[in-house]
C-alpha cells in the first residue's frame, strides 16, 4: 500500500482567525509543529506557519490577518506524487488535509 495523506498526515488542533499571535505560537512549540490550520466552524480557511508569525506586529495580532488564504490543502486519499507536486505548485512546506470542506490533519514537508 502506498502512502497517503492520510496515512502521513498528523492530527493537530486548529486555531481560529480571532487567535492571538502569542497563543498560537505556544501551541505550535508545545506540538513541536511549525504551522497550524486556521478553521471557521471546521472549514479550513487558512494555514499559518512560523514565517507568518514572525511578521506579526506584536503578540496579540490575529492569525486570521496573517494566514495563508486560501489554505494548501489535499484530500486524505492524494498520494505522495500528488502531495510533492502541490507542495511545489502551492510553494509551500506544508498542507492541510481535508475531507470535502472539513480539515481532517496537516501534513509537513519535514515530515514527509
Not at 492520510?6 to 505560537?25: C, F, G, Q, W, Y
Not at 486556521?38 to 487558512?46: K, L
Request: with cysteine.
Amino acid at each position: 500500500m502506498s502512502d497517503t495523506a492520510r496515512t502521513l498526515m498528523r492530527k493537530v488542533p486548529a486555531v481560529e482567525p480571532d487567535t492571538e499571535v502569542s497563543e498560537a505560537i505556544r501551541l505550535m512549540r508545545r506540538l513541536h509543529v511549525h504551522h497550524l490550520p486556521v478553521v471557521e466552524q471546521r472549514h479550513c480557511v487558512g494555514l499559518v506557519g512560523e514565517q507568518e508569525l514572525a511578521d506579526a506586529i506584536g503578540p496579540d495580532d490575529l492569525v486570521g490577518l496573517l494566514c495563508r488564504r486560501p489554505a494548501p490543502c489535499v484530500s486524505p486519499d492524494a498520494d505522495r506524487r500528488h502531495i510533492d507536486e502541490q507542495l511545489r505548485r502551492d510553494h509551500t512546506d506544508a498542507l492541510g488535509v481535508v475531507d470535502g470542506v472539513h480539515l481532517v490533519g496537516l501534513l509537513e514537508g519535514d515530515q514527509l
